[in-house]
């Protein structure tokens, strides 16, 4: 393993910066879970909407991904651990700590962020069929994508050979340290093995996303949707890319420097992006438009129905 030099850094202020971060997601998550049930409760007397609210378990469904997606990542940060989950558990051990470790790393890498990512995808690829699919579909969807990758994930972090024919940041999930007070402490890790199996997810699922994007644009005729689904491909795929990037950097330094700190946050920084822009353009602003014009849009994307509405007033005005 290459070493490279770091810094000496405060311990708490990128976790603070974390949490912060953390806490503008769930109230942005909050908002589109209001909107979600609000839009549902307004769609019982228009047809328009309630073709639209045939969806609304896959919104749902993204945002609470999202949710769980960002406590789990407040799990991993020492700050938070330290002051409100071991004052609760004080007779956790350091392999019970390691094991909060593991848990984070499965449920991050292997099911939330891949389960936001691919419901994504899904809403993504509904907008252009002329029928909506049942939501069932959609958890047939993220059972087939995420439930092989969450599942190696698992066996690749719990389950790890105790011999040593690989260094220890290829399997290493978390280590101790010792904090300003001489107490030790557990930090999470990501070993190379479950940065792998995730930059293989995000190698197909960036081309298929792409693909995806492109099929959407040759269907939509309105500027500010084609403006939604580049800004949506473009936050989607660099930020992918970044974090699986930011992630193989994390390898480079140990748990507890400033740099490995520096590169987690912006790793963390990535995804955050990706889930507050994803949330926007398919959640917030779909329903606050389809509400703002009294149902003209059925879907998110309202590629279809705006279709067929311009080509219904081409042939009235002739």
Known sequence: MIVLPSIPHPDFAIDLATLS?????????????CLIFYFKFKTHNSYYLQSFNALWTVRFL???FIILW????????????KHYIYPFFEDLTLGQQASLCKLHLVLSLGLLEPGFLVTLLFLLLVSIKKRTPRGSWAFLFLLATCLPLSSLQFLFVFFQSSR????SWFRRSSVIVRDGSHSRIVL???????ISLFGAFAAV??????????????????KKLRVRTYTLAFTVL??????????VLSLFWEPGELTFGVVEFIEFLSTFTCAAVGQGILVIIPIVDSLAVGGDCCRWYPIITQT???????????
Request: proline share 4%; charged share 15%.
């Open 21 to 33: 971060l953390i806490s503008v997601l769930l109230l942005l998550s909050f908002l589109s879970l």
């Open 238 to 247: 660099i930020a992918v890319t970044l974090q699986v990037l930011f992630l």
């Open 164 to 167: 040593s024919e690989f260094p």
């Open 205 to 222: 699922y960036g081309l298929y996303f792409l693909f995806s994007c492109w099929s959407v644009v040759s269907l939509v005729i309105n």
């Open 188 to 194: 999470c890790s990501s070993p190379f093995l479950s």
């Open 70 to 81: 960002s406590l789990t990542e407040a799990l991993r940060l020492p700050f938070f651990r």
């Open 62 to 64: 993204l945002v609470l």
């Open 308 to 318: 067929k509405t311009e080509e219904e007033s081409k042939e009235e005005s002739v």
